[in-house]
């Protein structure tokens, strides 16, 4: 049984006058204890809403949220939100991407922590001070007890996100949302980020669902990686599966896009045509076909279900996967 | 004689303070001498963090913020000390692509307008027929539909909105294009796209290029030359792939071991070396060698001295004191790195199960560590400080970890914890007062004085 198991999420915005837009259309995952899970994809692929879903962060109206999200065995999405508010911050905590705009600038950043402390492990006063001291200490945040009294303002970006980390792991909860926890920060602040958050994980046994556009962290940092589009998963694969042998056309057309720091010069990039903005609703066919160089005409009939073309646990949604490409460079 | 020469160039904001007297209290040295040359039809890529002056450098060429002091020699000319006039005139061979399309794109013109503004302004074409079939090669160029003519910024994509940029760029006819993180705000399938055409524009256009990102994946991938900054001045300069195969620069080497790549095979071998802190205020920057307070092998000389940028063969610039030395291997750390950790582990692997209790002596302060303790065990600190006086004893202390869970990674752990004690009875290291040090995991197991370090490694083991 897995931590936290997410079944044909989906999450459908309604307004007015308008046509309904459906962010999320679908997407199944499992978070198991210890593990770090992987939810990658562009910008529109339903990454971020994916999260706020999970933890009832979306606004109450004009949103339409579908399917099961148990965590534990109970489901997040039907809960009241009394008991949802007991269960963030002590069982589930989030990392947001823009650590500025998620700590309150008018509050000293001690008073941010220890609210935490005093909600849910009941610490008051001196022991609640003390204890968000040794929060900040063990996120790598130098003169503790100084920081407290600061402003979010008065740190580096770095710090910031640490602070935030400190909040998030304050009552050792057992699921852990980073969204885009790096996307902020310089590269060498980010890999001492990346480096916390797996120490974390190592640690305290948390699950972590990692939510990132950067192929590049989800290849050091996730065991398990779903690949969003249009919001839905079209593969799914442990890390070394996915990276050796990406086999949906757009994860395929991913990794071929990226500059790659060991690759030689002088190769161009085969970056896949259009936008996110050339798709076509699920329900008529694949959401990727537009821009995707393998397609044909099956690929308009109907959605395509989740396969196991290889190894186990490998999925993809996919009528024409690209499988024999791979093999037959090999050969060559 | 190359196309575009800087030499020394300075920018400096003044820092003011008062109302009425508007004193200049300071200046932030945004770019503080930099000297550097782009050949004709070549990519020079700048690349460094966030506040390192890359962006204000780009801007100084083109005399959009002032220099300070320097020369901006552009085919022979001095554009640092042209009237703005000239300079004006100049700058139909010097264009720029902004790093935010949507931002540098005037939302109530529309693309036939945007375009042709420029061209009318240094009077390229006789009407504006002409100039819209201009418009229209160019457009195709750039892989937009001619019907874009009509249409508004907003109308198009991201990736389609930077190639408005480009193509603005393009229709002046420049010699230099300034990319200031041309696809920084796309996302990765259509920064492809972008950075492909700009590779095939250089190609049929003879276009010569700076481009400024933060991402060294795409300054690698574009660039000739690259040069690297770090608080308002080069660091390194060297040909591309002689800096992917050997970076000189301490800081060059942090910043290329911190660049995740997306292959899982890579990750796991690959070595870090992690920098503690943050960049410093470039209002107030360090004395000497402005890398010297985060450098893992910083030495006496560095703090009073500052290196200059020297060509240590086939056009490999660096400004290190000790590259030589430490390409050598014969200079000791003075910070944690991952460097170490990487080799010393195997070494003392040996020591096997029970080195994760000595972690807890190489604690230089008693009281820190043992108040991170009680956190997650209950330890009282009198037994920590105890620990913390012999090492020796510590080895026989075994309970202390009787209650943390055995784990897979438990010899990581005991590796790290076994080499940090190696080296606390050894090496006169001095403390590491930044606990980022401990976050590194195993690759940071080379501070013995860092309390995180001995203090994760207790609870982890």
Partial sequence: MALLSVEELSVTFTAKGRKDSTAVDGVSFDVDQGQVVGLVGESGCGKSVTSLALMGLLPGKGVKVGGRAEFDGKDLLSMSPRKLRDMRGSQLAMIFQDPLSSLNPVVPIGVQVTEILERHRGLKGEAARKEAANLLDRVGIPDPTRRLKEYPHQLSGGMR???????????????????????????????????????????????LLMITHDLGVVAGLCDQVNVLYAGRAVESAGRRELFAHPTHPYAHGLLGSIPRLDAPRGEPLSPIRG??????AWADGCAFAPRCDYYTMECLTGTPELTEPRAAGHQVRCVNPVLPKPKAEVSA | MSLLELDDVKVHFPVRKGVLFNRTVGHVYAVDGVSLKVEAGQTYGLVGESGCGKTTLGRGVLRLVDITDGEVVFDGTDLAKLPEEEMRRYRRRLQMVFQDPLGSLNPRQNIESILSEGMAAHGIGKDQDERRERIKEILAKVGLPTNALSRYPHEFSGGQRQRIGIARALVLEPDVIICDEPVSALDVSVQAQVINLLEELQESMGLTYLVIAHDLAVVRHISDVIGVMYLGSLVEEAPSDALYAGPKHPYTKALMSAVPVPDPEVEDRRERILLQGDLPSPANPPAGCRFHTRCPWAQDRCAAERPVLTDVGDGHKVACHFAAEIEAGTLELTRPTGIEAVTETKAVAAEGPDADKVAIPAQSSGDQPAEKKAEKQEQDSAEADALAKADALA?????????????????????????????AKTDDVPPADDADAGKADADDADAPESDASGAESAKTG
Avoid at chain 1, 167 to 187: F, G, H, N, S, Y
Avoid at chain 1, 275 to 280: G, K, L, V, W
Wanted: aromatic share 0%.
């Fill in chain 2, 395 to 423: 080895k026989a202390d075994a309970p202390v970890e009787a209650d943390a869970p055995a784990k897979a990674e438990a010899p990581a752990g005991a590796d790290e914890a076994a080499e940090a004690d190696a080296l």
């Fill in chain 1, 275 to 280: 936008s996110i903005n050339d798709r076509i």
């Fill in chain 1, 161 to 207: 996100q640490r602070a935030l980390i400190a909040m998030a792991v304050a009552c050792a909860p057992r699921l852990l949302i980073a969204d885009e926890p790096t996307t902020a920060l310089d590269v060498t602040i980010q890999a001492q980020i990346l480096e916390l958050l797996k120490e974390l994980v190592d640690q305290e046994g948390t699950a």
